[in-house]
Every structure is written in structure tokens, then in C-alpha cells.
């Protein structure tokens, strides 16, 4: 998920009014962010803290209206629910490993397709894709 710089400029207003300010505000919670993922075991920190300030970035116009807080507190709950959520695909990755040996079969013209389609996307896009079709594709 990618933000557009009108989104991002709403983002710093929401920081503070200032725009010094709020850029240094910014970088204080994203440092705090990628702090906070490292902490709790996550090789890919920085992404997460990233995918963290976009999920509040898109919510920004509904959080604008009824949060009073310091901005910091609600982008560390969001990262809260993050660290919860990768928690959970590692569980259900670990739950379901089957280890079985059969002859490795040629990839379809398909599978080599979506492969290299895979591979050309960044890994936020692909890891969302991909735990589509773990999570709910199968349904």
C-alpha cells in the first residue's frame, strides 16, 4: 500500500502544525516503530514500522475526528496489532508443516509465470498477496 503525498502532508499536519516539527515528530515514531519491531523479534523491522505509519496514514481522516492523544500512542497500538497479526501467521506457518518426499514434478508454465510476477513486486505487495490465498484464497 502505497500513500500519496497529499496523504502524507495530512499525516504531518496531524503531527503538528509545524512542518519542522511534525518531520521530526515523524521520524521519532518511526524510529520508535522500527525499535519496537526489532524488540519483539522481527528481522523485517523497518517494513513493519512502514506498513504501520501507511495503515494509520489511510485511516487518518476517520482517526482526525475523535482522537485526542498524542499521535505517537496511536500509531504503537496499530504497530501492537501488527506485531499480533505477524505473530499469528508464524503460529499457523509452524502448525501446519508436513514434511513428505516426492519427486519434484516440472513447474507448470503457470506456477514459472506467477513466480517471476511474484519476484518483480515489492515484498509488502507480495506478502500481502500471498497471505491472501494463505489466509482466505482457500475459502
Not at 516539527?21 to 524488540?39: D, H, M, N, P, Q
Not at 519427486?103 to 505487495?125: I, N, Q, T, Y
Request: charge should be neutral; include cysteine; hydrophobic fraction near 35%.
Amino acid at each position: 500500500m502505497t500513500i500519496t503525498k497529499e496523504q502524507f502532508d495530512s499525516l504531518l499536519s496531524w503531527l503538528n502544525a509545524d512542518r519542522e516539527i511534525a518531520g521530526k515528530s515523524y521520524e521519532t515514531i518511526r524510529s520508535s516503530l522500527v525499535k519496537t519491531f526489532a524488540l519483539n523479534g522481527f528481522n523485517d523491522a523497518e517494513d513493519l514500522a512502514d506498513e504501520t505509519i501507511n495503515r494509520v496514514t489511510m485511516r487518518l481522516k476517520d482517526i482526525r475526528m475523535g482522537y485526542i492523544n498524542e499521535p505517537a500512542y496511536y500509531f504503537h497500538g496499530v504497530a501492537r496489532n501488527v506485531v499480533r497479526e505477524r505473530r499469528r501467521r508464524r503460529e499457523i506457518s509452524a502448525e501446519h508443516v508436513e514434511i513428505s518426499v516426492e519427486p519434484k514434478a516440472e513447474p507448470s508454465e503457470e506456477s514459472v509465470c506467477l513466480g517471476h510476477c511474484l519476484r518483480r513486486l515489492p515484498a509488502s505487495k507480495r506478502d500481502l498477496i500471498l497471505d491472501y490465498y494463505l489466509y482466505e484464497g482457500h475459502r
